[in-house]
């Protein structure tokens, strides 16, 4: 089988983007999925996603809850599971 034949009928599909803002000079924007950076920690204190403004260049930290990781898990965002140390 060729690759072409392989790859018939598939459709290309659009990335994913996420909608941000920036506290720091409340520029709002949208973001590709390799431009943030998602976090989970133990608790929902430790469990966040970030990103650098593209407006101001300024590093933005953001609290994830469920919901959020869900979404951005789904969409592709690189994750970073932290672990506890007792």
């Given amino acids: 089988m060729s690759v072409a034949a392989a790859f018939a009928g598939m459709r290309s599909v659009a990335p994913t983007v996420f909608r941000a803002g920036c506290p720091d000079c409340r520029g ?17 204190k430790t469990t966040f996603y970030s990103f650098t403004c593209p407006d101001c260049g300024v590093p933005v930290r953001k609290p994830a809850g469920e919901r959020i990781v869900e979404l951005l898990t789904g969409g592709g965002v690189r994750t970073l599971r932290l672990h506890s140390t007792l």
């Fill in 28 to 44: 709002r924007f949208e973001l590709a999925a390799s431009a943030l950076r998602l976090a989970i920690g133990a608790t929902s």
